[in-house]
């Protein structure tokens, strides 16, 4: 537990992130109240410094993400302005990654880049805004992956991005957890993959078509 303690090092983070642990598990979903919270309103999805500022008119809602909101926002306050700003940045990015995955309003994912890009410019000398451009690097991945040339040319380039900006991070930050990410996320993209499409019926003694 020695090098996750530089990430929670209080006895507030240890219970905060246990009760995050609960309030984020999609197999407690089903309790829901009547009044049923949605993260609707694209506010929410912000830096951490406006976060600590946010106020939710219905953060009394019973509903777990409701809850979880709450104690996002409590721990982001709790460690805005220390000097130590690795607790902050990892509560911070999983703080983004949950609204962004629960979200309902449209424009989510550009919405998630522009503050992903905008809190690593913000601590751009720091190594742990690696940690951000990673997050920003798999999200490319995860578009360019759904990239289909017969349907559209868009996202294209989306893998090379995401390498690309994996090569800047190893390079500027060697030695650190943004770095492992990145080499670990960049093997990932360059393994090489390929897709079999076979014909869905085929018709007894019928050789399939790949």
Not at 70 to 83: C, R
Not at 164 to 171: K, M
Request: hydrophobic content about 40%.
């Amino acid at each position: 537990q020695e090098k996750t303690r530089i990430y929670r090092p209080t006895l507030f983070d240890v219970l905060a992130h246990t009760a995050l642990n609960f309030y984020t598990s999609n197999e407690n979903s089903i309790n829901r109240p009547l009044n049923t919270f949605e993260i609707d309103d694209p506010k929410i999805l912000c830096e951490a410094y406006t976060s600590s500022f946010l106020k939710f008119s219905d953060l009394k809602n019973t509903s777990l993400q409701a809850k979880a909101l709450g104690i996002y926002q409590e721990l982001v306050a709790f460690h805005f302005g220390n000097p130590d700003i690795n607790p902050l940045v990892m509560v911070d990015i999983a703080r983004l990654l949950f609204i962004h995955k629960n979200a309902v309003f449209t424009n989510k994912d550009n919405l998630l880049l522009e503050v992903l890009q905008n809190s690593a410019e913000n601590i751009k000398h720091s190594p742990l805004s690696g940690l951000y451009s990673y997050e920003i690097a798999k999200h490319y991945q995860e578009i360019g992956q759904a990239y289909n040339p017969s349907t559209s040319t868009d996202h294209q380039w989306k893998l090379k991005q995401a390498v690309d900006l994996l090569d800047g991070v190893i390079a500027k930050f060697p030695n650190t957890l943004a770095e492992q990410k990145c080499v670990a996320l960049k093997s990932e993209i360059q393994k090489p993959n390929i897709q079999l499409t076979t014909e869905k019926y085929l018709a007894k003694n019928t050789a399939g078509r790949i």
